[in-house]
T-cell receptor
Framework: SQTIHQWPATLVQPVGSPLSLECTVE??????LYWYRQAAGRGLQLLFY??????ISSEVPQNLSASRPQDRQFILSSKKLLLSDSGFYLC????????????FGQGTRLTVV | GDSVTQMEGPVTLSEEAFLTINCTYTATGYPSLFWYVQYPGEGLQLLLK?????DKGSNKGFEATYRKETTSFHLEKGSVQVSDSAVYFC?????????????FGEGTQLTVNP
């Protein structure tokens, strides 16, 4: 089976603190990987996507960064969190060819206080 | 660029009522279309999909037909249950877009009352 692991599930961090959210996938090689953010009561905003190791595309300018140090690992980071970084962060993967749908992890609820 | 427009929520229905959630899209190529469902506190799950015009996706009693002439992919269910209460997202994937990203609508909150 193809599985996505995200951790932690919930996180409360003070303003100005660093952030590191990790996403790992199993059961597939060379997937496209994505980070989405869902603000309260709103839709999904694509933050970053990666088509391979070390390859990161940013969709919107922001206080966050992403890295892909291994084929199946995708990390979302921040050096100094802002209140506006609060939200529900979702990691997703897609295969490069074949089926086109995305599969999502269970998400991380981040609250910046 | 690509975009998805969904019927605004929230939608509140009684159990066994008929459900329609409208979704229209704009895309430069020939997109694949999806409906995802998000239960409280969870990630998104694929509900159904259609990859070409006139295809009908179906799952768990939900259906949606890919209508190229009206650029629509409306979600329907004949008789909703309390357990269908969730947020529903319409999405498209345009294979010509670099990174093969998914573009989502804003989501529609559905509440089904017993």
């Amino acid at each position: 089976s193809q599985t996505i692991h995200q951790w932690p599930a919930t996180l409360v961090q003070p303003v100005g603190s660093p952030l590191s959210l990790e996403c790992t996938v199993e059961g597939t090689s060379n997937p496209n990987l994505y980070w989405y953010r869902q603000a309260a009561g709103r839709g999904l905003q694509l933050l970053f996507y990666s088509v391979g190791i070390g390859q990161i595309s940013s969709e919107v300018p922001q206080n966050l960064s992403a890295s892909r140090p291994q084929d199946r690992q995708f990390i979302l980071s921040s050096k100094k969190l802002l209140l506006s970084d609060s939200g529900f962060y979702l990691c997703a993967r897609r295969r490069i060819s074949g089926t086109v749908e995305a599969f999502f992890g269970q998400g991380t609820r981040l609250t910046v206080v | 660029g690509d975009s998805v427009t969904q019927m605004e929520g929230p939608v509140t229905l009684s159990e066994e009522a008929f459900l329609t959630i409208n979704c229209t899209y704009t895309a430069t190529g020939y997109p694949s279309l999806f409906w995802y469902v998000q239960y409280p506190g969870e990630g998104l799950q694929l509900l159904l999909k259609a990859t070409k015009a006139d295809d009908k996706g179906s799952n768990k009693g939900f259906e949606a037909t890919y209508r190229k002439e009206t650029t629509s992919f409306h979600l329907e269910k004949g008789s909703v249950q309390v357990s269908d209460s969730a947020v529903y997202f319409c999405a498209l994937s345009d294979q010509e877009t670099s990174g093969s990203r998914l573009t989502f609508g804003e989501g529609t909150q559905l509440t089904v009352n017993p």
